[in-house]
Structures are given as structure tokens and as C-alpha cells.
């Protein structure tokens, strides 16, 4: 087979972009080469349907032992009982959990999406708003908080039948333990989808959701630094909340309905390429190496809001606790499409974001959202992140000026090469 050398030279070419660049983008990171390693080898190749020693293929007795290999280091890395490793994708997770538990037509409640939601906590233009029926809670206009009370009042008007916290863009800690509460006076389910945190969760660096709920989705490649792909974890067992029952006529546990919510629920053959190198990431989580980096994570990013705030940006609920923060630039007069475009001139890569209460399309938004997972994993400290918000000042306080972004530009490649990245 010849080399398809267009596909390579792109990959090439990328990989110059993320060695040059200075990523922000908080729901990204950069792997370890072990990771990448398992990601491109023959397991590729293999069909593996069903879970270790209960496959529908044959030939499966090495793989049988890396996805054991990786349930088992999930569990010991969040304290779970029970983990399934081969959701493709936190969206596929988060199908799978609501295929579980829920029946067509019935009410969730999940964290607005123009508050700093994900998409599959019931947005009307994703499977969870289609097939269910969605309600939100959100955050206060002043404060940018979550107000629990108006939380539970509304579980209480809507009584819904799943309760979701997590986000992807919200800078602070979750009361899982009020959220238990109110999913217990109504009769909910409660899961927390912390694929944001996951990383800090962790290693005990926020409070852990799988002291109150029932069950736990992530992705693995935002701050826990793995391949990407999806994770669901539970630490307490129960009975599937549906009643659904084994042939045998007896209710099936929470965890069995959910492993079968995944195959044959929702996908078809595991990536077990990609569940190898979940395992060596986890394994890796587990290290004193990666609590000094999620320690230094949230460190750079309290760095980066005390940061931005003194050249007057306005962080949604004025700072933060993990790794992430929302910038409201209405402040400044920009648009998060106008900062997203004219940064990434600058080599600088942000997204832009709604922030609460904007009065600006999903296309345009008022915000940008960025985080320290990215930066910190190129060996940045808190000093470094000061100079990061004054490379975003030098660019957003002169937009139009296309010679400053070129120097800047120049300024950040170069400083760049003082964080090699492989
Ligand atoms: N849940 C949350 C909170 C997220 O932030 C994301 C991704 O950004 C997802 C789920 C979906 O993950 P994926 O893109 O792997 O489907």
C-alpha cells in the first residue's frame, strides 16, 4: 500500500499548530505517548462485542484481560464498585445511562445549556431533549451560582424522573449532597456527568459525586488526560429504577441494565484499542505525577482568573474552583465569535461561549470559556499564566490590528518552545 502521505502531512501539520500554540481550550489536553500508543495498535483490529469472558466473538482472551485491566483501574481510581469502560464518547455515555433509566416521554432535569450545560443534558436539538422531557435549573444573574433552593423547587413542579448535575462550562464546586436530597424527595435518579472535573475529582481535589449519586458518566480526555472516550461508574447497588426484569423474572440490577444500555443498547463492538488506552491512563491517574499536575491545574487556573480579573475581565461568578473559568466580555465590547477569531490569529485557541443570560446567539455569544488542563500538562506554572491573560490582553485590546497580532503571534511561538510537548 502506498503511504498516504496527504493524510500524514496534515497530521504533521497539526501537530506543529498544538506545539506552537497555546491551547486554552478547557475540554482539551495532550495524552501521553503511551496512551497514543495503545490507541494505534492491533486492537484496532479486533471485534469484541459483549464484556470480558461474555463475548460474542471468539479470540478475545487478550482483550478480555485489558478491559478487566481497565474496569479495574477505573474503580480504584474514583473508589467505584462498578465501572463500564466502553462508552465511545461522553455523549454515548450519557445515552446509555438515559436508555437505562428512563422511558420515552419522561422528565429530566439537567443544568441549562446557555448556563454552561452540555448538550446531552436535554437540549431540545439533542437525543436527551427529543426523546425526553426536558426541564433546567440554572445560575443566578447576580451571583453566576447555582441557587439550591430554586433547584429543588423545581424538581418539585416538574418531578422529574432523572436529575443531572455537571456542565461544561461552570467554574465551581457541586452540592451533590443537597442534589441527593431533592432527588430523594422526588423520587429521581441522580447522576453527576463530571467530565470537566473528572481528573481533580479524582484525585480528591472536589468533592466526590459517588458519596451521593447514583451514577457517574465522564469523558476521559479532558483533565483525566486520556484517549477520548466515555466512562460510567456507580458506587452504590440497586435495582434498575425502571423495574425491568432478567428472563428469569427477577429485577435487574442498576448495574447489569446499565452495562446492557451500552451493548447492545447503544453501540455496537468497544474500541478496545481505545479501552487499552483508557487503562494506561488511569493507570497514570493513579500516580504521584498526576496529583502534582491536577494540583498545579487548579492552581494555574485560580493564577489565570486572579489574572484576568486585574486587567478588568468580568470571570462568571468571579472566579474558580477547578479548572475552568467563563469570561463575560461584554465588558470590553467584544463578542466571543470576535475574541475566538481574532486569538487564533495570535496562535492562541479559546471557544467562544454563552454566558448566563446572553443576549447574543450561540453563534456570536457574549463570552469565552477557557481552562489550565491543556497548559499545565506543557509544564506551565502560575507565573506562566499571567503572562498567557497578558498575550489575550495584548490581542483583544486591539483586535483590528492585524501587525500586533502578527508580533504577537511571533512572540507566543517562540516562548512556546520553552514547553517542548513530545
Ligand atoms: N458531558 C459534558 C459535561 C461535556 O462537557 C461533554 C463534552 O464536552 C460531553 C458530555 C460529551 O463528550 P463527548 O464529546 O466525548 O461526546
Redesign the pocket.
Known amino acids: 500500500m502506498t503511504r498516504d502521505n496527504v493524510i500524514f502531512d496534515l497530521i504533521a501539520k497539526e501537530q506543529q499548530r498544538q506545539e506552537e500554540g497555546i491551547e486554552l481550550i478547557a475540554?482539551e489536553n495532550f495524552t501521553s505517548l503511551q496512551v497514543m500508543e495503545a490507541m494505534g495498535s492491533v486492537l484496532t483490529n479486533k471485534y469484541a462485542e459483549g464484556l470480558p469472558k461474555k463475548r460474542y466473538y471468539g479470540g478475545c482472551q487478550v482483550v478480555d484481560e485489558i478491559e478487566q485491566l481497565a474496569i479495574d483501574r477505573a474503580k480504584e481510581l474514583f473508589a467505584a464498585n462498578w465501572a463500564n469502560v466502553q462508552p465511545h464518547?461522553?455523549?454515548?455515555?450519557?445515552a446509555a445511562v438515559m436508555l437505562a433509566i428512563l422511558n420515552p416521554g419522561d422528565s429530566i432535569l439537567g443544568f441549562d445549556l446557555s448556563h454552561g450545560?452540555?448538550?446531552?443534558?436535554g437540549s431540545p436539538v439533542n437525543f436527551s431533549g427529543k426523546t425526553y422531557k426536558p426541564h433546567f435549573y440554572g445560575v443566578e444573574k447576580e451571583t453566576g451560582i447555582i441557587d439550591m433552593d430554586k433547584v429543588e423547587a423545581t424538581a418539585k413542579e416538574v418531578m422529574p424522573k432523572l436529575i443531572i448535575c455537571?456542565?461544561?462550562a461552570y467554574s465551581r464546586d457541586w452540592d451533590y449532597a443537597r442534589f441527593r436530597e431533592i432527588a430523594d424527595e422526588v423520587g429521581a435518579t441522580l447522576l453527576a456527568?463530571?467530565?470537566?472535573p473528572a481528573g481533580l475529582i479524582a484525585r480528591g481535589l472536589l468533592n466526590d459525586p459517588l458519596d451521593h449519586c447514583h451514577i457517574v458518566?465522564t469523558?476521559t480526555?479532558?483533565t483525566l488526560r486520556g484517549p477520548?472516550?466515555?466512562l460510567i461508574l456507580t458506587r452504590e447497588e440497586m435495582p434498575n429504577p425502571k423495574g425491568d426484569t432478567t428472563p428469569k423474572g427477577e429485577v435487574r440490577s442498576l448495574n447489569a441494565q446499565l452495562d446492557m444500555a451500552v451493548f447492545p443498547g447503544t453501540q455496537g463492538g468497544p474500541l478496545e484499542h481505545v479501552i487499552a488506552a483508557k487503562a494506561v491512563a488511569f493507570q497514570e491517574a493513579l500516580s504521584d505525577e498526576y496529583m502534582d499536575y491536577v494540583y498545579q491545574v487548579k492552581k494555574n487556573a485560580t493564577a489565570m482568573a486572579k489574572a484576568f480579573v486585574e486587567r478588568g475581565y468580568d470571570i462568571i461568578s468571579g472566579g474558580t474552583d477547578n479548572h475552568c473559568m467563563l469570561i463575560d466580555l461584554r465588558s470590553k465590547g467584544l463578542t466571543g465569535k470576535l475574541a475566538e477569531n481574532t486569538l487564533v490569529k495570535a496562535d492562541i485557541t479559546i471557544n467562544k461561549n454563552m454566558v448566563p443570560f446572553d443576549d447574543k446567539s450561540p453563534f456570536v455569544t457574549s463570552g469565552m470559556r477557557v481552562g489550565t488542563a491543556a497548559v499545565t500538562s506543557r509544564n506551565m506554572k502560575e507565573a506562566d499564566m499571567e503572562q498567557i491573560v497578558a498575550f489575550i490582553d495584548a490581542v483583544l485590546t486591539d483586535p483590528e490590528n492585524e501587525a500586533n497580532l502578527a508580533k504577537v503571534k511571533g512572540e507566543i511561538n517562540a516562548w512556546m518552545k520553552n514547553f517542548p510537548l513530545y
Open positions: 475540554s464518547s461522553g455523549a454515548q455515555a450519557n450545560g452540555h448538550l446531552t443534558h455537571g456542565a461544561s456527568d463530571i467530565s470537566h458518566t469523558t480526555h479532558k477520548r472516550g466515555g
